[in-house]
Nanobody, 116 residues
Framework: RLVESGGGLVQTGGSLRLSCVGPRMILSTFTGLFPLAWYRQRPGKERELVATIGSRGVTNYADFVKGRFTISKDNTKKTMYLQMNRLEPEDTAVYYC????????WGQGTQVTVPS
């Protein structure tokens, strides 16, 4: 399965970079999961889609992160990233990654906390 990391506590306006790794996957399994997506679940809310990236690098973002977050990937490392800038308290959530089209078991996610 995919493993998320990189979360933490950061002040408003700060930055974090999340990673999503398929450490035990062979490369073809990892690339077969594309398009990949970052999701988040804020306290008391449903899980929501944050950003997606296709096998050729085409990206899409939810309106609430456009201009602040950047999704990217490194196939050789079997890793997807989410660079988060200008973080806001509303970004506080557990962040998850998964395949957009063929979801696999959800990981534990990584907690991002931006105090108000």
């Amino acid at each position: 399965r995919l493993v998320e990391s990189g979360g933490g506590l950061v002040q408003t306006g700060g930055s974090l970079r999340l990673s999503c790794v398929g450490p035990r996957m062979i490369l073809s399994t990892f690339t077969g999961l594309f398009p990949l997506a970052w999701y988040r679940q804020r306290p008391g809310k449903e899980r929501e889609l944050v950003a997606t990236i296709g096998s050729r690098g085409v990206t899409n973002y939810a309106d609430f992160v456009k201009g602040r977050f950047t999704i990217s990937k490194d196939n050789t490392k079997k890793t997807m990233y989410l660079q988060m800038n200008r973080l806001e308290p509303e970004d506080t959530a557990v962040y998850y990654c998964n395949s957009l089209a063929n979801p696999i078991s959800w990981g534990q996610g990584t907690q991002v906390t931006v105090p108000s």
